[in-house]
């Protein structure tokens, strides 16, 4: 058995390259495409944000009755939550790791896009990311992998 604070700390690691890989890949690569499932980010998140200097009032109220980058945002952060439940048996630790990762990651992204002064000061990565078309700094919590990959640009 992996120990309590090893973990923890692969769970930390583990959702902050995935936010990278996530976020590169599937929502920018892939999101740029029309047609794709993925394209409510590009289409809607980014295009949203561009037109409002970073924020997003679709983050104000949480309406689950509506299907747009909000809610779809839940839904793949709930896939991921399933996704890893069976792991929950060999690895608590490290799933609730995840977990707690997950819900920062919602917070500080929801945080950011209500009040872009707040995340220009806390999260300059992102706000660098919805400002500066191009920049890379794919990680939304902490640009850990944004570092390791080269992709940190200020």
């Avoid at 992204?109 to 992102?126: E, I, S, V």
């Amino acid at each position: 058995m992996i120990s309590v604070s090893l973990q923890l700390l692969l769970a930390i690691f583990y959702a902050n390259l995935g936010e990278w890989l996530m976020h590169k890949f599937i929502l920018h690569r892939l999101g740029k495409q029309p047609g794709s499932i993925w394209a409510y980010h590009w289409y809607e998140h980014h295009a949203i944000c561009a037109k409002h200097q970073m924020l997003d009032p679709g983050y104000r109220h949480l309406d689950l009755s509506t299907w747009n980058a909000q809610t779809k945002e839940l839904a793949v952060l709930a896939a991921i939550v399933m996704v890893h439940l069976p792991l929950f048996w060999y690895w608590p630790v490290f799933v609730m790791g995840l977990y707690g990762s997950l819900t920062l990651y919602y917070i500080l992204h929801r945080k950011a896009h209500l009040d872009p002064q707040w995340a220009k000061q806390h999260l300059p990565w992102h706000y660098q990311h919805h400002t500066q078309p191009g920049s890379g700094n794919w990680c939304v919590t902490w640009p850990g992998f944004d570092y390791l990959l080269g992709s940190r640009n200020k």
